[in-house]
């Protein structure tokens, strides 16, 4: 079956601007993960959605970022005023279930703040 | 808050030769996690320890989970060229927590 997936890949945007990463978990996951990695880093987690609501969004940075999985599947990750330090590989994953499980890691969106 | 710290952060090895990465927590661990990332790919998942001083095997590779459950090892027996990428740790503090990731350990392999 179809893996995570992330759209888009790349995204290059200006200083200011806002941004919106979507994410496609794999069919029937519940549990949805947000992370972010520099470059030599590991992922850094931002966000945790156990089905629609977010049960643990404690590694956003800042009141930039904001993410949303309104009906329980797709997810968007929304960065407005996009700052410079903002640029990293923005990764989501999901897992079947209640969190404690392998997490499947999509290819991840390139965003580079100009 | 919360830290995992692996080491090293790198290691280059002849094709044959072993490999072993570290991981250490600031606070016990409900369990942990290890993953594996190919240059320009995503994080894959390799294996969960739960239980104090569990050993998993994996084919050449040996996972280790500390009694004290504040520590894991990655070691690789005879490396290949296709264990090159970069192994990540990660462990959550309670059960159905937030992953904490350490920073990796690329391992590189000349044939």
Same mark, same amino acid.
């Given at each position: ?63 930039? @970022? @904001? ?37 499947? @890691? ?9 | ?36 990332? *190919? ?20 084919? *050449? ?30 462990? *959550? ?19």
């Amino acid at each position: 079956g179809a893996g995570v997936s992330q759209t888009p890949s790349n995204k290059v945007t200006e200083k200011g601007k806002y941004v919106e990463l979507r994410c496609d978990p794999i069919s029937g996951h519940t549990a949805l993960y947000w992370y972010r990695q520099s470059l030599g880093q590991g992922p850094e987690f931002l966000i945790y959605f156990q089905g629609t609501g977010a049960a643990d969004d404690s590694g956003l940075p800042n009141d930039r @970022f @904001f993410a949303v999985r309104p009906e329980g599947s797709v997810s968007t990750l929304k960065i407005q005023r996009t700052e410079r330090g903002d640029s990293a590989v923005y990764l989501c994953a999901s897992s079947p279930d209640r969190g404690d499980e392998t997490q499947y @890691f999509g290819p991840g969106t390139r965003l580079l703040v100009l | 808050g919360q830290q995992v710290m692996q080491i090293p952060q790198y290691q280059h090895v002849q094709e044959g030769e072993d490999f072993t990465t570290y991981c250490n927590s600031s606070t016990t661990l409900s369990n942990i996690q290890w993953y594996k990332q *190919r240059p320009g790919g995503h994080p894959v998942f390799l294996i969960q320890l739960v239980k104090s001083g569990e050993v998993k095997k994996q084919k *050449r590779l040996t996972f280790q989970f500390g009694e004290a459950k504040k520590n894991s090892s990655l070691h690789i027996t005879a490396t290949q060229t296709t264990d090159v990428g970069t192994y990540f740790c990660a462990g *959550r503090r309670q059960q159905g927590g937030k992953l904490i990731f350490g920073q990796g350990t690329e391992l590189s392999v000349k044939p």
